[in-house]
T-cell receptor
Framework: GAGVSQSPRYKVAKRGQDVALRCDPI?????LFWYQQALGQGPEFLTY????????KSGLPSDRFFAERPEGSVSTLKIQRTQQEDSAVYLC???????????FGEGSRLTVL | KNEVEQSPQNLTAQEGEFITINCSYS?????LHWLQQHPGGGIVSLFM???GKKKHGRLIATINIQEKHSSLHITASHPRDSAVYIC??????????FGTGTRLQVFP
């Protein structure tokens, strides 16, 4: 596709369930970012990949959060044993390189009941 | 205190008005991004700038590195400009610090 694609767009999970959120970046984009956006707040950095290498995961809020990009294209953000405070929009963005213009996906809205 | 502060938080305007949204930051940066977020979540990058001024259509972005301040201007505003405008600053794209956004509503 022409843009960054995320799925699912909406996910409702029961507390304690595991969820997986997928991001398809723009083809050829080396850099991929995950952000978390709580209601009424600006996005906050979670993690960054350069190709398949996860160069920065300092924003992941706990060890329940795990991200991978095994072949340097599609990325998956996994949240284990979801908690209510995990409810947010999870945004994926890609760029040609680390300093380039960012292209965002539509986001995955996670609601944990 | 957020390292990136935007003002105003909310802004309403009549169609055709000139609009200014301000962004102040406290850290040294290499680039500043202006982003637009429509209801439903999608974010679009409007500008990335490190100095001076950029213009795209009815949108103008300026930055003053010494004063750690940037402005986003919208000329001849239109209802379709209604969105949240977010300022983000940083050294590299992975270290961006985002403001909480300015919610703009333009009425016909």
């Amino acid at each position: 596709g022409a843009g960054v694609s995320q799925s699912p767009r909406y996910k409702v999970a029961k507390r304690g369930q595991d969820v997986a959120l997928r991001c398809d970046p723009i083809s050829g984009h080396v850099s991929l970012f995950w952000y978390q956006q709580a209601l009424g707040q600006g996005p906050e950095f979670l993690t960054y990949f350069q190709n398949e290498a996860q160069l920065d995961k300092s924003g992941l809020p706990s060890d329940r959060f795990f991200a991978e990009r095994p072949e340097g294209s599609v990325s998956t953000l996994k949240i284990q044993r979801t908690q209510q405070e995990d409810s947010a929009v999870y945004l994926c963005a890609s760029s040609f390189d680390r300093t380039g213009e960012l292209f965002f996906g539509e986001g995955s809205r996670l609601t944990v009941l | 205190k957020n390292e990136v502060e935007q003002s105003p938080q909310n802004l309403t305007a009549q169609e055709g008005e000139f609009i200014t949204i301000n962004c102040s930051y406290s850290v040294g940066i290499s680039a500043l991004h202006w982003l637009q977020q429509h209801p439903g979540g999608g974010i679009v990058s409007l500008f990335m700038l490190s100095s001076g001024k950029k213009k795209h259509g009815r949108l103008i972005a300026t930055i003053n590195i010494q004063e750690k301040h940037s402005s986003l201007h919208i000329t001849a505003s239109h209802p379709r400009d209604s969105a949240v405008y977010i300022c983000a600053v940083g050294y590299n794209t992975d270290k961006l610090i985002f403001g909480t956004g300015t919610r703009l509503q333009v009425f016909p």
